[in-house]
Every structure is written in structure tokens, then in C-alpha cells.
């Protein structure tokens, strides 16, 4: 006997056999998220949701807020084309395109605030720029992009005021954001000024640098407007090996690269950042190695090009020896410059010398090994 099959009928029995394993792995409909089973959810401390995977058996659920970590930095488990941070496999379930998306890292960079994310996201107004943050090279701080602003008739750019510097000058009310968001354009000549019958120009004292002076009560407005003029019969001095050897004691020498947490920059030798391409010719970046010799090299270019005029600005009140110079071109290289310890050239070398062994504290926490910078820098100060 033959038996005739009904084919319209089988079709329609077929479409109502729902497809169990459709979704598996995948993307959750209606929510974000991943479709897997209830257990592997709960092992990876997910939470799920019912609803969201039609497709699939009962135990296959939609799974989201699943929590992860690399290198001590906290994410999501999320789809590669969602994550806005840098992507790190094997430690989420589902399939290879499911992976740990790391929260983005704050970073400074050219002066602004910006997050460390894939150079490809980073679009529109912003930039990315290299050097200052962990992970892949393609994970860089994206900032803002300078906008273009008009001031007084001159073209200008949209930046910190603390940025605008040298002959530029910041003029409110022409850019968004921030007040201290301002129009930096090109200021007009200088005033003239004449002290200790020399002539110089009013700037600020941080721009009088080198071979130059700041002198109070020639020029008008803020007290850091002052006269700067050539100095006189001070010399220009160069580190000793003395007090590169007294640096190298305390800042350590690394020739590889590596990420500094606390001042969130890639960094390497002597505590070289990407902050002193002028000297190295580079950014500072994960995987970059130096030889042992470019460590000294960039070193004592940083100390007699970069803080030697910080100290020497004040030779002509101080009349500084070397080993006085060798101790306060430590302590810039630590500190940032001398203006505070010296109260801008207005305390004695006795107190100087007193007041360097405050500097011993950071975020709040006096540090043993601060402790014993300051009184090797003293001691040197002293010149014992």
C-alpha cells in the first residue's frame, strides 16, 4: 500500500517546531546583551533576563552586566562593535566577537582632559595623541581638537588659558565650553621697561627664562609682571657629574617603558615622558626600549637645558656655586622649578637650605624616601 504525504502540511507542521539553538551566542533582541545558558550566566556573575532570546530553549537566556577585569582595570563583557575602550579576549563566555570591553582611562594630554580609547573612535572635534596611555599602540588620549576663534582682529585658537603662553594672550568671551576655554591669540608688542639701567620687556616671570631676569616694579599689573632684562656678570652653569650621580641615586633608571599610575604617562630612563620630545625627538610608548647610554644622554639634557635655567634665573641675586646649583637642579628635576623654595629670589641661602626639607610629602603622606632626597640635596646645598 502506498502512502501519500501531504507536503503543504508537513511545511506548515515544520514552522511551528521552534528553532532552539537559533540565538545561541548570539545578540539579545530588544536589549543588550548575550544569549546563553542560565549556568554559564551565573558562573560568569551575569545577570539574565527572560524574554529576550525567542528562539532559544527555555535555559538559554538574554545575559548582560557581566563584570570583568585586565591588568587590575574593570569592564564589561560586551560585543567587540560596542566597546568604546580596548578589547581583551578569553575572559568573557560566548563567541570571539564577545569580549572585555575596559572602561576608558582618564588621561591629559597637550594640557587637556581626555579618555584613552581605539584611535578609530576618536572623531569628529577631537584628536588622539600618543604617549599617555596603557595598553595597544591604537589606544590613545582622544581630546578635543583646537577650534578656531577671531579676537580683537586676530585669528586665534580655543585653548587653557594656562596654555596660552609666550607672546600669546587669552581673550574671554569667544569660544564654548569652559571659562578657562579662551580665544589665545598673538599679543601686540611687548611694553619696554628699563631696570638696573638695562632695557627689557614686561612679561611674565615664568617666560623670563635663560640668560635673562625678572625684576619687581618696572611694568604695570599682576605682581608676575615684571621686567626682564639680561643678566648681569651670573654665570651660566652646567650639572656636574656630582649631581647628575645625585638624580640617578633617587630617580631610578628604567629602559623600557612602563606606565606611570601617578603621574599617568608612559615613561622611561629617568623619568622621561613624552613631555620632553624636545630633547628626545619622540613619544614615550608602550614597548619603547633605550640603551643605557641614551638614559644618560636624555638625562643630563634634561637637567642642564630644561632645569638648569630654572635655577640659573636666579644666579644673579644668589651667585650660586656648583654644588648649590648641582642640589637645586635635583630638586627642580623632582619639584618642577625652584620659585617656591627661593619665594621668587627673596629668601636667604640659609633659609633655603632650611625650607628644602619640607618637601618631603605626596598626597598628604610623608615619604621616607623624599626624606632622604631632601637631605642629600641639603647636604650638597651646604656643601658638605
Known sequence: MKIHLNSKLIIALLATIPSTLADVNGRCTGKDGICISTSTCDNYNGKNSVGYCPKDANNIRCCDNIPCKSNGINGKCMFTNQCKGTTVGG????????????????????????????????????????????????????????????????????????????????????CPGAANIQCCIEKDSEPKCTAEGKSGVCIN?????????????????????????????????????????????????????????????????YGITSDDKSITGTNIYDGLTISQATANEWLKLSLNQIYGPKVDKYDDIYHWSQNEFDALCSFAYNIGSIDQLTANGSRSKSVIASKMLEYVYSNGERLPGLVRRREAESKMFKGN
Open 91 to 174: 575572559l568573557c563566555p560566548g563567541g570571539a566577537d564577545f569580549k572585555c570591553c575596559l572602561e576608558p582611562t582618564k588621561c591629559t594630554a597637550e594640557g587637556k582632559s581626555g579618555e584613552c580609547i581605539n584611535t578609530s573612535q576618536c572623531t569628529g572635534n577631537r584628536k588622539s595623541v600618543p604617549g599617555y596611555c596603557p595598553g595597544a599602540a591604537d589606544i590613545q588620549c582622544c581630546i578635543e581638537k583646537e577650534t578656531k576663534c577671531t579676537a580683537e582682529g586676530k585669528s586665534g585658537v580655543c585653548i587653557n588659558t594656562s596654555q596660552c603662553t609666550g607672546n600669546r594672550k587669552s581673550v574671554p568671551g569667544y
Open 205 to 269: 616671570t615664568s617666560q623670563c627664562t635663560g640668560n635673562r631676569k625678572s625684576v619687581p616694579g618696572y611694568c604695570p599689573g599682576a605682581a608676575n609682571i615684571q621686567c626682564c632684562i639680561e643678566k648681569g656678570s651670573g654665570n651660566s652653569h652646567t650639572i656636574s657629574q656630582k649631581g647628575i650621580d645625585l638624580v640617578k641615586e633617587f630617580e631610578g633608571c628604567y629602559l623600557k617603558a612602563y606606565w606611570d599610575s601617578n603621574g599617568k604617562k608612559w615613561t622611561i630612563g
